[in-house]
Every structure is written in C-alpha cells, then in structure tokens.
C-alpha cells in the first residue's frame, strides 16, 4: 500500500505548544511508528483519523487511491469515512457494554468472530463488563473489535502494552500471521522496538514531532550505531 | 401529623404529578437534543442561545407568568395555535399549568444535559466513528448512555421543579380545585383561607413525591451502571 503523507499539525495552545511535521511518502504492508512519549506518535495516528480539528492541520494524506484530507483543496473526510479502525492505547471499550457486545458494536456479517475471540483468548471474559477485565484483557477485546469491524486500514496505538511477554508474543505472532493473509494495510505504534521489528516492513522514527529516521526497521540499529560512529 | 387522603387531595396529588409529569416528558424528550447541540458547540451564536434558553430561570417565575399569559391568552400565538388544534382555549387548564412548568423547570435540565454530554469522552466517540458506527447508533449506543445518569439527575432536577411551580402556574392555570390546583397552589390557598392543617398535609404530600422522584431517579440512573469515564 502506497501512502503519501505532507502535512503539519500545529496547536495554538499558549500553555503547551506542539507542532507535528511530516513529508514521507513509502510503500508497506506494516508501518511501525517508533518514538517516546510525547513525541508526537499518537498526534500522528489522530491526524489520520481525523480526530484533530480541521482547523489546525495543513497538507494532505493519501493512502492507497484514498485522498483522507487535502485542505487545499477542501477535501476532509470524516472519521467514519476513512474506514481506519482504531485501537487506542487505553483500549477505548464501552464501559455500559460486555466484551461480546463491545466487540459486536460492528462486526462485520459473517465475520470470522469465533476465530479471533478463539486467537485472542477471549472465551472467559465474553459477558464480563471492562471494568472487570485487567489493562490487558481491555487491549484484546479492543483488538478482537477493531479487526472484526468493517475497515481498510487498522491503526493500532500500544495495542500490547499492557499484555505480559507470553501473551505479547502470542499476540504479536496472530497479528503477524493475519496480516500475511489480509490484504488491508496496517499502522502499528510502539515505544518498543523489538515488536516493530517482529511485525513491521518499514518504519518511522517520530521525535520531537518531526521524522528522524525511515526505513526497514532491522537497519535502524544500523542507523543509530552509524550515527554514534562506532 | 397523618398522611391521610381524602377526594380533594387525592385530585390534588394526581393532577400534580400529571402536570409535572408531561412537563418533563416533554423537558426531557426537547432538552436532551438541546443539551446534546449545545455541549456539541453545534449551535449558531451559542452564548447568547444560551444566556436566552436560562432566562426563565433567571428571572422572577411571575415574571415569567406574565410572558405566558400573554402568549396563552386568546389571540396570542400559543392561545391561537391551541385553540386551532382542540378547539377550546389555552388559558386556566392544566395543559396551561404544564406549559408553565415546563417553561421554568427547561433550563435546569438543559444545563444538566449539556455538562452530561460534555463529559462523555471524544475518545470513546471516536474510536466508534473509527470502527463504522453511524450517526444514529453512535448518538443511541455511545453519547446517550453515556450520557444517561447526568440526565437522570437533571430530569429530576426539573421535576422537582416543575412540582413546586408556583408563580407563573397560578397565572395562568388559576386554581381550580379538581382541575388546575396543583399542590403548590393549593398550599397557598390553604394558608390564605386559614386552613393550616389542609397546608400541612399538602406539603407532607409534596415531601412525599420529592422523595419518591429521587428514588426512582436514582434507581434509573443504576440501569446504565458502571460509566466510567475511561474505557
């Protein structure tokens, strides 16, 4: 999948000024999106679902054939229509709903539900609500919902983070093995290297709300031990 | 004291919590789209909107009376679109008496919806917008759940309210025992002609439905359990 991203993102806040730039255009299956908190990784992933206000983003988004917003020529879709389904970092699940119902909200007919749920370990916690669910139970429902619901793209923001390393590793190997059978292209946020070298074929270092690096993530150590000359 | 019920306070009673009632069915069904627009900032002129939508709790209920009367009156716009719809006219019914409740008790719930609206998480909306979500099942499955137990408390906000009306009701619904005299009203009367006993039981009855508008608030409030703030 081709994207084709230019734009800037600034905030007017006198208090807490951010700005996020970014010109980068590449080809990937996976983009992994690298950087510490703060940085601007999660203002990146909200610029492409549209989550920003209009008024403070400048440029334009292309994924695929898909123009997602060109504010030069008035073109912004909303969220609904970019088709990204998204998993936050904090899992985002709808406290008045069980886990089944949560990740029902959209599945698609026919969808492959009893295989996710299956994959994700999700059988003993279907009719439990997310305030009886750990940070990590959270993390897979909302996983299991977003890649049941009807998309083009899937943005996960840390969608791990709060797994432990069996479950992690588990779960990574399921996203890896079903991004090789599906076709719909995928963002993955993480201030952990290791998962975006295990799942991603490219990758973008985001710091201080500007691109440091790009490339295939196994070259960044590279990268970084050619910077520091050693 | 006794609550003991004889014909006349019972018509008392049962006429107060009809005219309450239908005031905040129709405060509630009107305020939490109001609510909902105005915590959206999808209102043009917004501040003035809302300084106008709190007027009628701003300013002196008789006050407000007087605004009514004259919109209820025959061949006032209300009075006249009444009168084209049933056939008889607006002024001294109890339509009149919920009309008024409704229009002082409005504001207390508008406000309620708005502050409930705007504390239900962007995120939460937006990560269902991200997954397919249309407006329709997003505004009954997301925002309005969500939303549910500030409006329970501001629904009976208003309906406490509109059971206490008492200056605009008694302007333009009168008293007319059986018919128009809520129990507000009807305490003032029973203290005008001397009747302390009459007042007290009355008042008693008041306590009685405040009491049991806060349980059944609280209890509706419950069906939407477990709202956190953070998924």
């Not at chain 1, 083009?152 to 709060?162: F, G």
């Not at chain 2, 419950?222 to 956190?228: A, D």
């Amino acid at each position: 999948m081709r994207f084709d991203l230019n734009f800037a993102f600034a905030t007017h806040d006198s208090q807490l000024p951010f700005k996020l730039e970014l010109n980068h255009q590449w080809d990937a299956k996976v983009t992994g999106i690298y950087g510490h908190s703060g940085g601007g990784k999660s203002s990146l992933v909200e610029v492409l679902l549209g989550l920003k206000s209009r008024a403070l983003v400048r440029g334009h988004c292309r994924v695929g054939s898909a123009l997602l917003f060109a504010t030069a020529d008035g073109v912004w879709l909303s969220t609904r229509e970019r088709r990204c389904a998204w998993v936050p970092q904090e899992a985002a699940l709808l406290p008045h709903l069980t886990s089944l119902s949560n990740i029902k909200l959209t599945a698609k007919a026919g969808a492959d539900l009893d295989a996710v749920i299956t994959a994700l370990q999700l059988e003993g916690l279907l009719s439990k609500k997310p305030r009886q669910l750990s940070g990590g139970e959270r993390q897979r429902v909302a996983l299991a919902r977003a890649l049941l619901a009807p998309h083009d793209m899937l943005v996960l923001d840390e969608p791990l983070a709060a797994l432990d390393s069996a479950q992690r590793l588990a779960t990574l190997e399921f996203l890896r093995r079903r991004v090789a059978v599906e076709h719909t292209p995928m963002w993955y946020v993480s201030h952990r290297w290791d998962e975006i070298v295990t799942i991603c074929d490219h990758a973008m270092v985001i710091e201080e709300g500007r691109l440091r690096w790009h490339g295939p993530p196994r070259l960044w150590v590279e990268a970084k031990t050619g910077n520091n000359g050693q | 004291m006794m609550l003991y019920m004889n014909d006349a306070v019972l018509d008392c009673v049962l006429l107060t919590i009809r005219v309450a009632g239908v005031a905040t069915l129709m405060i509630v069904v009107i305020g939490t789209a109001v609510g909902w627009a105005l915590a959206r900032g999808k209102v043009p002129a917004q501040l003035l909107v809302e300084a106008l939508l709190l007027l009628p709790m701003t300013m002196p209920p008789v006050a407000v009376g007087l605004v009514l009367l004259n919109l209820m009156a025959p061949g006032g716009p209300l009075g006249t679109f009444w009168q084209l719809l049933t056939g008889e006219r607006l002024l001294l019914t109890w339509q009149a008496a919920a009309i008024a409740a409704f229009t002082v008790a409005f504001p207390l719930y508008v406000r309620a919806a708005q502050e409930a609206f705007t504390a239900v998480s962007p995120r939460l909306e937006g990560v269902a917008e991200s997954l397919g979500l249309g407006p329709w099942r997003l505004w009954f499955q997301v925002s309005l759940p969500l939303a549910a137990p500030g409006l329970a408390a501001g629904g009976l906000l208003a309906f406490a309210r509109a059971l206490g009306e008492f200056g605009a009701t008694s302007l333009v619904a009168g008293a007319i025992a059986g018919r128009t005299e809520t129990l507000a009203v009807a305490i003032y009367n029973s203290i005008n002609n001397g009747n302390e006993d009459q007042a007290w039981m009355l008042a008693l009855w008041s306590a009685a439905l405040a009491v049991l508008a806060t349980v059944a608030s609280r209890y509706l409030s419950t069906r939407f359990p477990s709202v956190e703030r953070r998924g």
